[in-house]
């Protein structure tokens, strides 16, 4: 099992492009969430998804949008980019409420 | 609001020291606590959590509610255990991480 796989690994956009970053889950786990990391920062929350809904969400725009699919991998979509979306995207997955394990990241830069 | 507050972004300690990591939070409920762990080039990864409480790789962190911290501690710092260092809470009856800041622990030989 290679765990949480994230793609891509890297990604520049420009201001007001849209941008949708993916993640796969590890094997046997139901439930996707997605954290920023600005730089020097810890993550911070953005939303979960179970069972193809949006369970939970942080205090995030609604320009960041999500989707999880039946095989449980989700998106993360990121609309009209600013220059302060320029982060490291992580994913982490879990089963259910239980531990969540985390994917190698998305650095998206916005210039 | 939840709140997870780590004061040091630095700290740097010679191999065989002591190390003890700061971490206080501000939660109403009940918190579950955590310290996740992300060495060089690699992805965050669980360290340990204070309802199991147990030590990992030496490590031991104990949850003080009377002064809201849960510090992570080592008694003989080893030069692997450089890395940055993340404590977080999680949020009575969801999933959701409230991370700190992070400290970036470095052991000098």
């Known amino acids: 099992d290679a765990g949480v796989t994230q793609s891509p690994t890297h990604l520049i956009k420009t201001r007001g492009q849209q941008v949708t970053l993916r993640c796969s889950p590890k094997?046997?786990?139901?439930?996707v969430s997605w954290y920023q990391q600005a730089l020097g920062q810890g993550p911070q929350f953005i939303f979960q998804y179970y069972e193809e809904e949006e369970r939970q969400r942080g205090n995030f725009p609604d320009r960041f949008s999500g989707h999880q699919f039946p095989n449980y991998s989700s998106e993360l979509n990121v609309n009209a980019l600013l220059l302060g979306d320029s982060a490291l995207y992580l994913c982490?997955?879990?089963?259910?409420?239980?531990?969540?394990?985390f994917g190698p990241g998305t650095r998206l830069t916005v210039t | 609001a939840q709140r997870v507050t780590q004061p040091e972004k630095l700290l740097s300690v010679f191999k065989g020291a002591p190390v003890e990591l700061k971490c206080n939070y501000s939660?109403?409920?009940?918190?579950?606590l955590f310290w996740y762990v992300q060495y060089s080039r690699q992805r965050l990864q669980l360290l340990l959590r204070?309802?199991s409480r147990e030590s990992i790789k030496g490590f031991t962190a104990d949850l003080n509610k009377g002064e809201t911290s849960f510090h992570l501690k080592k008694p003989f710092a080893q030069e692997e255990d450089s890395a940055m260092y993340y404590c977080a809470l999680v949020i009575q009856g969801a999933q959701k991480l409230v991370f700190g800041q992070g400290t970036r622990l470095t052991i000098n030989p």
């Open positions: 982490a997955s879990s089963l259910g409420r239980h531990e969540q394990y």
């Open positions: 939660y109403s409920g009940s918190p579950e």
């Open positions: 204070h309802i």
């Open positions: 094997s046997g786990h139901d439930t």
